[in-house]
């Protein structure tokens, strides 16, 4: 009897952004393992080249774009498709996050959380919807955040962007579903990331202790939420779309 892997993503090619570190390289390392063909975006050249160097062997790209430039975007994209062909999915795993009290918040900041997540999520989802840019059927998962659903101290500006990503998925589930696109967000807790590292080494041995106290099954690591990444793009995740899958080590489960 044939194995079938429904996770195959051999003869497939993904967009993946923020695939320099953290989520974002390990979601592009595990879909190498399942035969995807990666384009990898981030704004650092040398530690994407060392990504594509953790790759399983393929023919997969490295492009340096700052996604900051929101209006190149669509055109970028389509120039990417037609050297490498049409694009089965796309992962926005680019982002950052910041730790500012209300008090201490200026409208920069918030501006800033708002254009790398949403306003870069937007082009990319115009983009990718452009004709000869997608396969049809194809795959969007958007990288959100438990902080887009529950409410934390200190990081109005990266929850309010993240809940406005959960927010922008359902509406552009329901208009790309007739161009076979899903359109779906994972929402991850903490993580081990170098972005959430730098976080957690400003906190004392209590604070550490607490916020992973939080987590009962622990902090999570970025192959975790690769994996949801990767069930939602594949064909396991073919009847799903417009939702959010949560990945937090029951943290919402309080």
């Known amino acids: 009897m044939a194995v079938i892997n429904p996770m195959d993503m051999a003869g497939r090619t993904v967009l993946v952004t923020g ?12 879909l190498s393992q399942l035969g995807a063909r ?4 981030a704004r650092d050249r040398a530690r994407l080249a060392e990504t594509l160097g953790l790759l399983e062997s393929g023919d997969h ?3 340096a774009l700052d996604l900051a430039s929101l209006a190149d975007l669509p ?11 049409e694009l089965y999915g796309l992962v926005h795993a680019a982002g950052r996050h910041t730790m500012r009290p209300l008090r201490a918040l200026e409208p920069s900041d ?4 708002m254009d790398i997540h949403v306003s870069a999520a937007v082009q990319l989802d115009r983009a990718f ?13 958007l990288l959100a955040s438990v902080s887009g659903q529950v409410g934390q101290p200190g990081v109005s500006a990266y929850a309010a962007s993240k809940g406005a990503v959960i927010a922008l998925s359902r509406p552009l589930a329901m208009e790309l579903a007739r ?22 080494q400003s906190l004392d041995a209590a604070q550490a202790a607490a916020v992973e106290a939080m987590h009962p099954l622990g902090i999570g690591e970025p192959r975790d939420v690769a994996h949801a990444i990767a069930f939602l793009l594949a064909d396991t995740g073919r009847w799903i779309t417009g939702t959010t899958l949560v990945v937090d080590g029951g943290y919402t489960a309080h």
């Open 75 to 85: 055109a970028q994209v389509k120039e990417l498709a037609q050297g490498s062909g």
């Open 110 to 113: 918030l501006a800033a959380m």
């Open 19 to 30: 695939a320099s570190s953290g989520i974002g390289r390990e979601t592009a390392i595990l």
């Open 61 to 63: 790209v490295v492009q």
């Open 38 to 41: 990666l384009i990898l975006i």
């Open 129 to 141: 919807r452009q004709k000869g840019v997608h396969t049809s059927p194809a795959s969007i998962v």
């Open 179 to 200: 161009e076979g696109i899903r359109v779906n967000c994972v929402a991850p807790a903490l993580v081990r990331t170098p972005m959430t590292q730098q976080i957690q």
